[in-house]
Every structure is written in structure tokens, then in C-alpha cells.
């Protein structure tokens, strides 16, 4: 089965470039979409078809997929952005989520 | 506006049947490429894509869960149903669902609040 592979935690320091990356077997030729969620909270859509902003989502934000890699970028990450954000795209009929990344700002 | 919320028992016993009721909002079922979808999240840990139903019917499961699962709809009222059996502890968790209108992508837009379902006897 298709599995999305990302790192367990990345932090950085306000102000920094964030780069949260989402592994899988030539992801390139899927879309993949990224979900925040922080504490208590329902996810929100932050990302979409790989480099698509969805209305109301700073442009800090920023998409990309590659080979077997999709990432996503926060310039000038702020304390607001500390959450879990997940990568999904579709295999086979299928959802896939990564396991996830918890990102820390300090 | 976009709204949906799901609605089930709290708690359940293993071994019983878990029926969910996800009513929604601001859009209908009946629109061309339009989806609902179901995730869980069991406590502190990830997301977990479950069934997706379309606007012409076709129905989708999580390969690891689908002989479990029965997702419906009734477009009269607004309503997709997940049914799922067996309940076990390790099914535990807030139960999400969304929606999906983006053909190609068929990314989430809109999530409901959630629901937590707890199993156990």
C-alpha cells in the first residue's frame, strides 16, 4: 500500500524558513494537498494541487512536489504557525495521510 | 455557507455497530464532482481517511477498514451516513467529516468540528 513519510517534529525560530517535507513513491505524479491543525481544532486546508493557496491562507505559505518529495514552505514563519500539518494526495481510490509533522516555533 | 457536523453516540462497547450521521449545509450532494468524506483521528495521533461518498454514488473505503464500513447518503435531507462494525478500543477517536468539491485534487475544503467516539465496555 501507498504510504506519505514525514519527519515527527521540525522547529525553527520565528522570522526562519520552515521546510515540511512529505515522501512518497514518485509523489510527483499525484497532487498533494496539506492540512494545519493546531491543538483542539478541526485541520484547515493550507495547500493545494501541490502549490495552490487557498483563499484566506497567508502568502508565506508555499507549495511544491517533486520526484518523491512534496514540501511546504513558510517564510518568515510566526508563532501562529506552530501546529501539525499533514500531506495527503490519492492513490488507487484512496486517501493517504502522512503521519504528520508537529511544528515548533522558538 | 459551508457547514457540516457529525453526530453519534459517545460511547459504544466493543463489538458493537457504530452508526454516524454527518449533516451538512450550504451545499448539496446532488451537484456534479461534489463528495463527503469521513476521517478519524484517533487521540494524539494522525489523520485517518476513511470513506468518501460522490454526488452519482460511487462509494470509496480505506482498504484496511472496508469490510467494516458502509458510508450512504440522503440527499433529501442533507445527511451521509458511516456505519461501521465491530468496534474494537483501537477505534477510538474524533470522527471528522468533510468535504470535497475539486475535481482532480479532491482535496478537503471543509471540515466539521468533530465528533469523539469512545469504545469501550
Known amino acids: 500500500s501507498y504510504e506519505l513519510t514525514q519527519p515527527p517534529s521540525v522547529s525553527v525560530s520565528p522570522g526562519q524558513p520552515a521546510n515540511l517535507t512529505c515522501s512518497g513513491d514518485?509523489?510527483?505524479?499525484?497532487?498533494v494537498c496539506w492540512y494545519q491543525q493546531k491543538p483542539g481544532q478541526s485541520p484547515v486546508l493550507v495547500m493545494y494541487q501541490d502549490n495552490q493557496r487557498p483563499s484566506g491562507i497567508p502568502e508565506r505559505f508555499s507549495g511544491s512536489n517533486s520526484g518523491n518529495t512534496a514540501t511546504l514552505t513558510i517564510s518568515g514563519t510566526q508563532s501562529m504557525d506552530e501546529a501539525d500539518y499533514y500531506c495527503?494526495?490519492?492513490?488507487?481510490?484512496?486517501?493517504?495521510f502522512g503521519g504528520g509533522t508537529q511544528l515548533t516555533v522558538l | 455557507q459551508v457547514t457540516l457536523r457529525e453526530s453519534g453516540p459517545a460511547l459504544v462497547k466493543p463489538t458493537q455497530t457504530l452508526t454516524l450521521t454527518c449533516n451538512f449545509s450550504?451545499?448539496?450532494?446532488?451537484?456534479?464532482?461534489?463528495?463527503v468524506t469521513w476521517i478519524r483521528q484517533p487521540p494524539g495521533k494522525a489523520l485517518e481517511w476513511l470513506a468518501r461518498i460522490d454526488w452519482d454514488d460511487d462509494k470509496l473505503y480505506s482498504t484496511a477498514l472496508k469490510t467494516r464500513l458502509t458510508i450512504s447518503k440522503d440527499t433529501s435531507k442533507n445527511q451521509v451516513v458511516l456505519v461501521m462494525t465491530n468496534l474494537d478500543p483501537a477505534d477510538t477517536a474524533t470522527y471528522y467529516c468533510a468535504r470535497i468539491f475539486s475535481p482532480g485534487s479532491y482535496h478537503i475544503d471543509y471540515w466539521g468540528q468533530g465528533t469523539l467516539v469512545t469504545v469501550s465496555s
Open positions: 450550504g451545499f448539496s450532494l446532488t451537484t456534479p464532482k461534489m463528495c
Open positions: 514518485k509523489l510527483e505524479d499525484k497532487y
Open positions: 495527503q494526495a490519492w492513490d488507487s481510490r484512496t486517501a493517504i
